[in-house]
Protein backbone atom coordinates (compact mmCIF):
# COMPACT_ATOMS: atom_id res chain seq x y z
CA UNK A 1 0.00 0.00 0.00
CA UNK A 2 2.68 2.13 0.79
CA UNK A 3 4.80 1.67 -2.36
CA UNK A 4 1.60 2.28 -4.54
CA UNK A 5 1.29 5.51 -2.67
CA UNK A 6 4.49 6.87 -2.96
CA UNK A 7 4.74 6.03 -6.93
CA UNK A 8 1.08 8.04 -6.65
CA UNK A 9 3.12 10.87 -5.53
CA UNK A 10 5.83 10.62 -6.98
CA UNK A 11 3.53 10.82 -10.58
CA UNK A 12 2.19 13.79 -9.10
CA UNK A 13 4.95 15.78 -8.33
CA UNK A 14 6.13 14.37 -12.01
CA UNK A 15 3.44 15.93 -13.44
CA UNK A 16 3.78 18.73 -11.96
CA UNK A 17 7.50 19.69 -12.47
CA UNK A 18 7.08 19.25 -15.99
CA UNK A 19 3.72 21.26 -16.16
CA UNK A 20 6.55 24.21 -13.96
CA UNK A 21 8.59 23.93 -16.79
CA UNK A 22 6.48 23.67 -19.83
CA UNK A 23 4.91 27.23 -18.46
CA UNK A 24 8.76 28.40 -17.87
CA UNK A 25 9.78 27.13 -21.45
CA UNK A 26 5.76 28.88 -22.84
CA UNK A 27 6.34 32.02 -21.11
CA UNK A 28 9.95 32.91 -22.05
CA UNK A 29 8.22 32.53 -25.76
CA UNK A 30 7.46 35.66 -27.67
CA UNK A 31 3.92 35.91 -28.29
CA UNK A 32 2.69 34.32 -31.27
CA UNK A 33 -0.87 32.69 -30.38
CA UNK A 34 0.00 29.77 -33.49
CA UNK A 35 2.75 29.08 -32.02
CA UNK A 36 1.31 28.84 -28.33
CA UNK A 37 -1.32 26.91 -29.96
CA UNK A 38 1.22 24.38 -31.22
CA UNK A 39 3.40 24.32 -27.86
CA UNK A 40 -0.11 23.80 -25.94
CA UNK A 41 -0.62 21.17 -28.34
CA UNK A 42 2.64 19.82 -27.94
CA UNK A 43 2.68 19.82 -23.76
CA UNK A 44 -0.80 17.46 -23.78
CA UNK A 45 0.82 15.15 -26.18
CA UNK A 46 3.83 14.85 -23.96
CA UNK A 47 1.34 14.80 -20.76
CA UNK A 48 -0.49 11.85 -22.09
CA UNK A 49 2.43 10.10 -23.14
CA UNK A 50 4.04 10.21 -19.64
CA UNK A 51 0.63 9.71 -18.33
CA UNK A 52 0.60 6.23 -20.32
CA UNK A 53 3.85 5.33 -19.29
CA UNK A 54 3.30 6.33 -15.36
CA UNK A 55 0.21 3.61 -15.26
CA UNK A 56 2.28 0.84 -17.44
CA UNK A 57 4.87 1.28 -14.42
CA UNK A 58 2.61 1.56 -11.78
CA UNK A 59 1.47 -1.93 -13.28
CA UNK A 60 -2.47 -1.15 -13.01
CA UNK A 61 -4.43 -3.61 -14.47
CA UNK A 62 -7.55 -2.22 -14.40
CA UNK A 63 -9.42 -1.93 -17.42
CA UNK A 64 -9.57 1.22 -19.32
CA UNK A 65 -13.06 1.24 -20.39
CA UNK A 66 -15.04 -1.26 -18.41
CA UNK A 67 -18.39 0.00 -18.49
CA UNK A 68 -20.60 -1.16 -21.27
CA UNK A 69 -22.48 2.11 -22.93
CA UNK A 70 -26.32 2.73 -22.17
CA UNK A 71 -28.27 5.53 -23.26
CA UNK A 72 -29.81 6.07 -19.66
CA UNK A 73 -25.89 6.56 -18.96
CA UNK A 74 -25.96 8.65 -21.52
CA UNK A 75 -28.39 10.75 -20.84
CA UNK A 76 -27.69 11.04 -17.18
CA UNK A 77 -24.01 12.21 -17.89
CA UNK A 78 -25.17 14.89 -20.33
CA UNK A 79 -27.84 16.34 -17.96
CA UNK A 80 -25.08 15.99 -15.01
CA UNK A 81 -22.48 17.86 -17.50
CA UNK A 82 -24.79 20.40 -18.51
CA UNK A 83 -26.06 21.00 -15.09
CA UNK A 84 -22.81 21.87 -13.77
CA UNK A 85 -21.80 24.09 -16.90
CA UNK A 86 -25.11 25.99 -16.20
CA UNK A 87 -24.32 26.47 -12.36
CA UNK A 88 -21.09 27.67 -13.18
CA UNK A 89 -21.95 29.86 -15.66
CA UNK A 90 -24.86 31.73 -13.74
CA UNK A 91 -22.37 32.01 -10.44
CA UNK A 92 -19.06 33.39 -12.22
CA UNK A 93 -21.49 35.33 -15.02
CA UNK A 94 -20.36 38.80 -15.71
CA UNK A 95 -20.95 39.25 -19.20
CA UNK A 96 -16.96 39.70 -20.37
CA UNK A 97 -15.45 36.19 -21.33
CA UNK A 98 -12.46 36.46 -18.61
CA UNK A 99 -9.99 34.06 -20.78
CA UNK A 100 -10.09 35.72 -24.43
CA UNK A 101 -7.59 34.90 -27.06
CA UNK A 102 -6.80 36.32 -30.13
CA UNK A 103 -7.52 34.17 -32.78
CA UNK A 104 -5.33 34.94 -35.69
CA UNK A 105 -5.71 31.89 -38.17
CA UNK A 106 -8.62 28.83 -38.81
CA UNK A 107 -5.29 26.62 -38.22
CA UNK A 108 -4.75 27.88 -35.05
CA UNK A 109 -8.56 27.46 -33.84
CA UNK A 110 -8.57 24.01 -34.93
CA UNK A 111 -5.18 23.06 -33.03
CA UNK A 112 -6.97 25.01 -29.68
CA UNK A 113 -10.06 22.33 -30.30
CA UNK A 114 -8.56 19.49 -30.61
CA UNK A 115 -6.20 20.05 -27.92
CA UNK A 116 -9.37 21.01 -25.59
CA UNK A 117 -11.68 18.69 -27.14
CA UNK A 118 -9.97 15.46 -27.79
CA UNK A 119 -5.83 15.83 -26.16
CA UNK A 120 -6.15 17.24 -22.97
CA UNK A 121 -9.80 15.45 -21.81
CA UNK A 122 -8.04 12.24 -22.63
CA UNK A 123 -4.63 13.07 -21.19
CA UNK A 124 -6.52 14.67 -17.71
CA UNK A 125 -8.89 12.00 -17.38
CA UNK A 126 -6.06 9.05 -17.29
CA UNK A 127 -3.87 10.86 -14.81
CA UNK A 128 -6.34 12.15 -12.40
CA UNK A 129 -9.22 9.94 -12.86
CA UNK A 130 -8.00 6.66 -13.98
CA UNK A 131 -4.73 6.74 -12.43
CA UNK A 132 -5.13 8.76 -9.12
CA UNK A 133 -8.80 8.05 -8.62
CA UNK A 134 -8.20 4.35 -9.09
CA UNK A 135 -6.01 3.82 -6.20
CA UNK A 136 -8.59 4.98 -3.58
CA UNK A 137 -11.13 3.09 -5.67
CA UNK A 138 -8.90 -0.29 -5.01
CA UNK A 139 -9.07 0.93 -1.77
CA UNK A 140 -12.57 1.64 -1.32
CA UNK A 141 -11.56 5.11 -0.21
CA UNK A 142 -13.94 6.70 -2.30
CA UNK A 143 -14.60 10.20 -0.71
CA UNK A 144 -11.15 10.41 0.06
CA UNK A 145 -10.17 9.34 -3.56
CA UNK A 146 -12.78 11.93 -5.02
CA UNK A 147 -11.24 15.09 -2.69
CA UNK A 148 -7.54 14.20 -3.13
CA UNK A 149 -7.89 14.04 -6.78
CA UNK A 150 -9.85 16.82 -7.36
CA UNK A 151 -7.57 19.13 -5.34
CA UNK A 152 -4.63 17.66 -7.24
CA UNK A 153 -6.81 18.38 -10.33
CA UNK A 154 -7.08 22.03 -9.22
CA UNK A 155 -3.78 22.56 -8.47
CA UNK A 156 -2.00 21.50 -11.70
CA UNK A 157 -4.40 23.95 -13.46
CA UNK A 158 -3.27 26.50 -10.95
CA UNK A 159 0.21 25.93 -12.17
CA UNK A 160 -0.97 25.57 -15.92
CA UNK A 161 -2.78 28.84 -16.09
CA UNK A 162 -1.34 30.83 -13.24
CA UNK A 163 -1.65 34.33 -14.84
CA UNK A 164 -5.69 33.79 -15.15
CA UNK A 165 -6.30 31.89 -12.01
CA UNK A 166 -7.61 32.69 -8.52
CA UNK A 167 -9.33 31.64 -5.91
CA UNK A 168 -12.50 31.42 -7.46
CA UNK A 169 -11.02 29.20 -10.45
CA UNK A 170 -9.43 27.11 -8.01
CA UNK A 171 -12.93 26.01 -6.47
CA UNK A 172 -14.37 25.88 -9.49
CA UNK A 173 -11.86 23.34 -10.79
CA UNK A 174 -12.16 21.59 -7.46
CA UNK A 175 -15.86 20.78 -8.52
CA UNK A 176 -15.03 20.04 -12.12
CA UNK A 177 -12.67 17.23 -10.97
CA UNK A 178 -15.29 16.30 -8.32
CA UNK A 179 -18.04 15.87 -11.25
CA UNK A 180 -15.50 14.26 -13.67
CA UNK A 181 -14.95 11.49 -10.59
CA UNK A 182 -18.06 10.65 -9.51
CA UNK A 183 -18.77 10.16 -13.62
CA UNK A 184 -15.84 8.13 -13.80
CA UNK A 185 -17.18 5.98 -10.40
CA UNK A 186 -20.59 5.29 -11.94
CA UNK A 187 -19.95 5.08 -15.26
CA UNK A 188 -16.45 4.86 -16.73
CA UNK A 189 -13.35 6.85 -17.51
CA UNK A 190 -14.97 7.16 -21.38
CA UNK A 191 -17.68 9.11 -19.97
CA UNK A 192 -15.73 11.42 -17.52
CA UNK A 193 -13.74 12.13 -21.07
CA UNK A 194 -16.61 12.63 -23.28
CA UNK A 195 -17.87 14.92 -20.07
CA UNK A 196 -15.08 16.47 -19.74
CA UNK A 197 -14.64 17.09 -23.96
CA UNK A 198 -18.37 18.90 -23.37
CA UNK A 199 -17.54 21.25 -20.50
CA UNK A 200 -14.12 22.33 -22.47
CA UNK A 201 -16.08 23.19 -26.25
CA UNK A 202 -18.79 24.81 -24.43
CA UNK A 203 -15.82 27.32 -22.41
CA UNK A 204 -13.71 27.98 -25.71
CA UNK A 205 -16.79 28.22 -27.55
CA UNK A 206 -17.88 30.99 -25.08
CA UNK A 207 -15.21 32.37 -24.28
CA UNK A 208 -14.57 32.96 -28.12
CA UNK A 209 -18.08 34.68 -28.03
CA UNK A 210 -19.21 32.25 -30.96
CA UNK A 211 -21.76 31.04 -28.52
CA UNK A 212 -23.72 32.65 -25.80
CA UNK A 213 -23.95 29.63 -23.05
CA UNK A 214 -27.83 29.31 -22.42
CA UNK A 215 -29.19 32.58 -23.85
CA UNK A 216 -27.95 34.57 -20.25
CA UNK A 217 -26.65 36.84 -22.19
CA UNK A 218 -29.30 37.49 -24.18
CA UNK A 219 -32.43 37.02 -21.14
CA UNK A 220 -32.30 39.68 -18.25
CA UNK A 221 -35.24 37.79 -16.82
CA UNK A 222 -33.98 36.69 -13.23
CA UNK A 223 -36.93 34.32 -12.55
CA UNK A 224 -36.06 32.28 -15.93
CA UNK A 225 -32.55 32.19 -15.04
CA UNK A 226 -32.90 31.48 -11.27
CA UNK A 227 -35.60 28.61 -12.22
CA UNK A 228 -32.85 26.90 -14.46
CA UNK A 229 -30.13 27.48 -11.71
CA UNK A 230 -32.20 26.06 -8.72
CA UNK A 231 -33.08 23.35 -10.93
CA UNK A 232 -29.31 22.33 -11.53
CA UNK A 233 -28.55 22.57 -8.33
CA UNK A 234 -31.35 19.99 -6.92
CA UNK A 235 -29.88 17.37 -9.75
CA UNK A 236 -26.68 18.18 -8.92
CA UNK A 237 -27.06 18.01 -4.84
CA UNK A 238 -29.71 15.08 -5.53
CA UNK A 239 -26.89 12.85 -7.26
CA UNK A 240 -24.15 13.94 -4.84
CA UNK A 241 -26.50 11.78 -2.16
CA UNK A 242 -27.03 9.45 -4.57
CA UNK A 243 -23.32 9.09 -4.86
CA UNK A 244 -22.72 8.97 -1.20
CA UNK A 245 -24.84 6.30 -0.50
CA UNK A 246 -23.70 4.14 -2.93
CA UNK A 247 -20.26 4.71 -1.71
CA UNK A 248 -21.51 3.65 2.28
CA UNK A 249 -22.68 0.27 0.60
CA UNK A 250 -19.56 -0.58 -1.39
CA UNK A 251 -17.48 0.27 2.04
Not at 43 to 69: C, Q, S, V
Not at 198 to 207: A, E, P, S, T
Request: glycine residues 4%; charged residues 15%; contains cysteine.
Amino acid sequence: MKKDLLNITNSYLLLLIFLKLSDKFSSSMPYDFLFNQIIFFIIGLIGLILTLFLIKFNKDNTKIFENKIKWKNIFTVLVFTFSYSIIIQYLTFDNKPKYFFNIQTNISFLILLFSTIILYPIFEEFFFRFLILNYFIKKRKFILGIIANSLMFSLAHFILNKGYFDYIDFIVFSFMGITFSLIKIHYGLLFSIISHSILNIIGVLYNQEIINLYMLDYINNKIYTSILFVVCIIFYIGFLIYSYNYFKRKI
